[in-house]
């Protein structure tokens, strides 16, 4: 693929397949849950595509996903812990499932294939939107098909917010009294008035979003509040600080 930066870069398919329904699908697929290109395959992208495959079809009691990296980031492995979702790091077992993989996987490289011919400049948009149209087609099944599930199912899948929350890792941060703010990834954070008496304090973030911060109770993991970045200009303005945003 040609970048807008005149650079060659070969994209990564993330997809998410359903090895616990079994029944009557169109063509016989199997049920894919989600599949969309991304530039990487870090653990920011894997949780995007975890959290619309979540979304679509509410959270799966268990997964496998092979031994790969990104599936170890703290934000992975604590989200799908809080989420309740059993998961393990080695590749299914059952050959039907492998099958049908290797026919999606065929199948999507057919379709891209004959698209290129009629666009020869690919980009993720279209890498998606050609993904897109072959799940609906032939990877997906309709309210109306028969669909049997073989374990237990998940549970109902929270709001975009209280997933995008789950998939954070938790960590302890000393609290520097002098201006009452804690260290996180080289960015110094504001904590309430009403949280200075600590000498440490528990906080849960995702590494690649630092503007969704928040203060969690050591024992329970309960949420407190959210914590904003210092802000340097109001300081070097002279302006008062304010540690209370709104919605803490």
């Known amino acids: 693929m040609l970048t807008s930066k005149g650079e ?16 009557i699908f169109n063509n016989a697929a199997p049920f894919l849950r989600h599949a969309q290109w991304y530039q990487t395959g870090n653990p920011e992208n894997v949780v995007d595509c975890l959290m619309q495959a979540f979304m679509k079809h509410d959270l799966p009691a268990g997964g496998l ?28 077992p059952d050959p039907w499932l492998s099958m049908n993989q290797h026919l999606f996987f065929r199948a999507l490289e057919n379709r891209i294939r004959t698209a290129r011919a009629d666009s020869p400049d690919v980009s993720l948009a279209l890498l ?79 590494s690649w979003d630092l503007s969704f911060v928040h203060l969690v109770d050591r024992d329970t993991g309960a949420v407190l509040c959210r914590l904003f970045p210092q802000d340097r200009g109001a300081i070097r303005s002279g302006m008062p600080r304010s540690i209370e945003h709104p919605g803490n």
């Open 8 to 23: 060659w870069h070969k994209p990564i398919l993330l997809s998410i397949f359903d090895d616990a329904a079994v029944g």
């Open 128 to 206: 998606n939107q050609w993904t897109e149209g072959l799940i609906r087609d032939a990877f997906s099944f309709d309210k109306e098909d028969r669909v049997v599930r073989i374990i237990p199912p998940g549970f109902t899948c929270p709001d975009s917010n209280a997933l995008k929350l789950a998939f954070t890792r938790t960590e302890r941060h000393l609290l520097r009294k002098s201006d009452g703010t804690v260290k996180i990834s080289d960015r110094r954070f504001d904590v309430p008035d009403r949280y200075r008496h600590m000498k440490a304090v528990t906080v849960r973030y995702a």
């Open 65 to 92: 996903s092979g031994n790969w990296r990104a599936m170890a980031a703290k934000e992975i492995t604590e989200g799908l812990d809080r989420l309740r979702i059993q998961h393990r790091s080695e590749l299914s």
